[in-house]
């Protein structure tokens, strides 16, 4: 067997890209070009039934300067973003680490926790939950033995996104699971030693748990910022569909479904989905760029 | 060695397609029916056909009866129906037709303009006299169907709006049933009474602000769009008058809360207060009646709007209707599908009154022989109007283009001074200002 370094090497390479092929096919073919069409999109006025009419950069002009509902829209789904996750990652985190403690039958609850995650973004979960926030559904049912006459939470422009950051906080689950694993490597050590020099739990959790997790909290964080800015269903089904009452479940994604698909005008759609994707690139560059201020790696030079 | 690593790409490259189109689950409006099948033209024969409509699973099953029986009379045409419920079912019908893969059939409703705006419509001018019998169609609704010239739409059904009036509730208060004739002043007044003799909870009707705009504004001599000229019908004035009324009738009391009119939406049948003796009046197409009916051992009984200077705007009117796609390769059968759906008694009968009246003579007399209890109400409801009409004649209106764009902007107008957030002028101008936009960006 003779093959040179070179060889070897290519041979390497080829391994390589043919298990990542499946991947770069639905990159180029499902995502890229999708990606570059819309982007042409954008710039031409498209009713979807007639060729697509080049008008510049009007769509963006028209987003920015006219359009109350893009503004609204946007607040509307920041403030989502902003509440949400936050609410959800102290969750889940709560929760995992009442589940660290080395309870029994830690399986079955990590099972059971998780399944919201699962289920939570389908239509079914999203149905439900109009009928438990509902004029007379079960949370008012509830709040009446205490005398408590609740209001329609799903039919006030006040209350509903609250009804639906409730069902966005109730799928912590994935988040959990990533916290329960990231608390299983913080070593032990730490925490004696912590409390042979007296510090309580509070201060242990602190100074040892949350520097110790920071990079989950980095990764859910992230990941979490990206599902939220994206959220469809539970304002579409939760609401009228049609972002009602009063605009208040008219998140910025379902304008942009309404605008395309609803109103024959997917040129402005497509306008949309780019500035959407450049909020979401924005937000997540300022996460990883204070990243090094707040994110500690246990096994990096400045750790130790 | 080498070879068994090219089989495990391959097997991972599958599993992994695999799992990413089922995945993504994004795909809730394609479907899987690219061609248009018919591809046998060697036989020339056998010819599919698909068909598209709005509605529920009783309405689904009753129209897949009424294609059977088609196919029975034409063995060489398969017709496959599809339905969507109707929130969804433009979104639906949008998306096949930028694919290029809408059905050959599709109901449309007063939205029929904007998509003979879009040319997407087949003209069945030529067919007619041939395939397409409509000697026995009302004249009124084969105009309606003719658009700039063409004939792009065969109306499947007529009504005419009405005020549904809970009986049983009025009863119970003890006041006199609102007759025909009525004024809004009446009306307003009717709707205060009621509320306060039922007390707590109970309203005397349904914010009708929105669904009845297009009518409120030919009883002042305007209309919603003017399709002759190509312009709006109305004035920013006209329409602060109308929602003046409106607000001035939900501060006296008497008028269901936005609130309670977001959950309990009156064109859904199902969860409509009427049904459940909340609210006693509400405004719908006369074919609706059987399904409130329905739902309720109220006695239910329909009454003429109430009259605007000119009188009470309504006509009977094409509910919804048929109209076949331009890029159909089966044209003909388009055609002779239509008129079967409109003409043959069997079909009438299987349908009933579901779309609304039969639109052919024929087919309306045999309805109305063995007509029920409800069915006779609003037969006697579409009557009267129809006479009234004899006196006080008014254009059957079409949607402006952009409708949906539209009347999402209404709805938002109506709840935008529903909960307190706009004055009534504020937020007609905005209104105004609005869908002159959205008139524009349809032409």
Redesign the interface.
């Known amino acids: 067997m003779k093959s040179s370094r070179k060889a070897l090497g290519s041979q390497h390479n080829l391994t390589a890209y043919t298990f990542l092929l499946p991947w770069l096919i639905g990159f180029f073919c499902l995502t890229l070009g999708p990606m570059l069409g819309s982007l042409y999109l954008s710039l031409t006025k498209y009713n979807l039934l007639t060729p697509p009419e080049w008008i510049g950069f009007a769509n963006y002009m028209e987003i920015f300067k006219e359009d109350d509902t893009f503004r609204n829209s946007l607040w509307l789904t920041i403030k989502y973003v902003f509440i949400s996750v936050p609410l959800r990652l102290a969750f889940a985190l709560l929760v995992a680490m009442v589940l660290n403690k080395g309870i029994r039958g830690l399986g079955i609850y990590r099972t059971v926790y998780y399944i919201p995650s699962l289920l939570g973004g389908s239509v079914a979960i999203a149905i439900v939950w109009r009928q438990i926030f509902d004029g007379n559904g079960l949370v008012n049912q509830f709040l009446s033995w205490f005398g408590i006459q609740g209001p329609s939470w799903i039919s006030h422009p006040d209350y509903i996104v609250h009804t639906i950051i409730t069902l966005s906080v109730w799928q912590f689950g994935s988040a959990m699971v990533i916290f329960l694993a990231g608390l299983k490597q913080v070593p032990a050590d730490l925490y004696e030693a912590a409390q042979v020099d007296g510090a309580g739990k509070a201060r242990q959790f602190f100074r040892i748990t949350l520097p110790m997790l920071s990079p989950v909290i980095f990764f859910n964080l992230v990941m979490s910022i990206i599902n939220s800015f994206q959220a469809f269903t539970p304002a579409f089904v939760i609401g009228d569909g049609r972002g009602g009452p009063l605009d208040a479940t008219m998140f910025y994604t379902l304008y942009l479904y309404m605008k395309g698909f609803s109103f024959f005008d997917m040129g402005y759609a497509s306008a949309l989905a780019w500035i959407m994707l450049l909020i979401i690139g924005i937000f997540t560059g300022i996460i990883f760029l204070t990243s090094k201020y707040w994110v500690f790696y246990g096994d990096s030079k400045e750790g130790r | 060695m080498k070879k068994r690593?090219?089989a495990l790409?391959l097997g991972?490259?599958m599993v992994?397609?695999a799992a990413?189109s089922g995945g993504t689950g994004s795909g809730g409006?394609s479907d899987g029916q690219p061609s248009n099948g018919g591809n046998n033209a060697a036989g020339g024969e056998q010819v599919e056909l698909r068909m598209m409509w709005w509605g529920d699973q009783k309405r689904a099953d009753i129209t897949n009866e009424a294609l059977k029986l088609f196919e029975s009379k034409y063995p060489n045409i398969k017709v496959v129906g599809e339905f969507a419920p109707s929130?969804?079912y433009?979104?639906k019908l949008?998306?096949q037709?930028?694919s290029g893969t809408a059905p050959d059939v599709f109901f449309l409703g007063g939205n029929v303009v904007?998509y003979a705006n879009?040319?997407?419509l087949l003209d069945l001018a030529p067919y007619v006299g041939n395939e397409l019998n409509l000697s026995d169609m009302d004249k009124s609704m084969v105009e309606y169907g003719t658009i700039k010239g063409k004939l792009l739409h065969i109306s499947a059904g007529a009504n005419a709006r009405g005020i549904v009036v809970n009986k049983t509730m009025f009863e119970k208060a003890g006041m006199p049933v609102p007759e025909d004739g009525w004024d809004w002043q009446e009306f307003a007044a009717v709707s205060k009474d009621i509320s306060s003799k039922l007390g707590g909870g109970i309203y005397g009707t349904y914010n009708m602000s929105i669904d009845g705009m297009d009518i409120g504004l030919k009883q002042q001599g305007k209309q919603l769009y003017d399709m002759e000229k190509g312009t709006l019908g109305f004035e920013e004035a006209d329409a602060l008058k109308w929602f003046q009324y409106w607000e001035d009738t939900s501060k006296a009391g008497g008028v269901v809360p936005?609130?309670?009119q977001?959950?309990n939406?009156p064109g859904d049948t199902s969860k409509s207060l009427v049904v459940t003796g909340k609210v006693a009046m509400s405004l719908i197409p006369s074919n609706q009646l059987a399904a409130l009916q329905g739902l309720t051992q109220d006695e239910l009984i329909m009454v003429q709007l109430p009259r605007g200077e000119k009188g009470t705007g309504v006509v009977f009117e094409s509910s919804q209707g048929l109209s076949g796609y331009a890029k159909s390769k089966h044209p003909k059968e388009v055609a002779t599908l239509l008129s079967f759906f409109i003409n043959d008694p069997d079909v009438a009968k299987t349908l009933g009154n579901d779309r609304g009246v039969p639109v052919t003579a024929a087919n309306r007399t045999l309805l109305e022989a063995e007509a029920n209890e409800v069915e006779k109400i609003v037969y006697d409801y579409t009557s009267r109007v129809s006479s009234a009409t004899k006196t006080e004649p008014f254009a059957v209106s079409y949607n402006p283009p952009?409708f949906?764009?539209y009347s999402?902007l209404a709805?938002?107008t109506m709840?935008?001074i529903g909960?307190g957030?706009k004055q009534v002028d504020a937020a007609v101008k905005d209104f105004y200002n609005g869908t002159l936009k959205i008139f524009n960006?349809?032409q």
């Open positions: 690593m090219a790409a991972l490259l992994v397609t990413c409006a929130t969804g433009f979104d949008n998306t037709l930028a904007d879009k040319e997407v936005s609130e309670l977001v959950s939406p952009g949906s764009e999402k709805e938002t709840y935008e909960f957030r960006n349809n």
